[in-house]
């Protein structure tokens, strides 16, 4: 069994921070990148940042210079650091674990609204 589980999610007004931590665990073996995807009501669920195993970083446009991805490879744990939070940035965030022989686990989601 692996276990994703993401936390962090809640209410933060305009212009506010917040962190986000995502947590793999259970029979996972090496892992080849981890990452953070959205879904916002009503659309589909995108890329935000994704993190290699080798530390190569991937930031879709319109979060560069706001969230900061980074990881623990000894902790399996993967971390979205977001600032200068925006309204459009309300969605609920999944984590993405894929491993070396490209099996992709997901978290469950964890709920961020940006509103004042």
């Known amino acids: 069994q692996v276990q994703v589980v993401e936390s962090g999610g809640g209410l933060v007004q305009p212009g506010g921070s917040r962190r986000l931590s995502c947590a793999a665990s259970?029979?996972?073996?090496?892992?080849?990148?981890m990452g953070w995807y959205r879904q916002a009501p009503g659309k589909q669920r995108d890329l935000v940042a994704t993190?290699?195993?080798?530390?190569?970083?991937n930031y879709v446009d319109s979060v560069k210079g706001r969230f900061t991805i980074s990881r623990d490879n000894a902790q399996n744990t993967v971390y979205l650091q977001m600032n200068s939070l925006k309204p459009e940035d309300t969605a609920v965030y999944y984590c993405?674990?894929?491993?070396?022989?490209?099996?992709?686990?997901w978290g469950k989601g964890t709920l961020v609204t940006v509103s004042s």
């Open positions: 993405k674990v894929v491993r070396l022989d490209g099996i992709i686990y």
């Open positions: 259970g029979s996972i073996s090496s892992i080849q990148y």
């Open positions: 993190i290699s195993s080798a530390g190569t970083i």
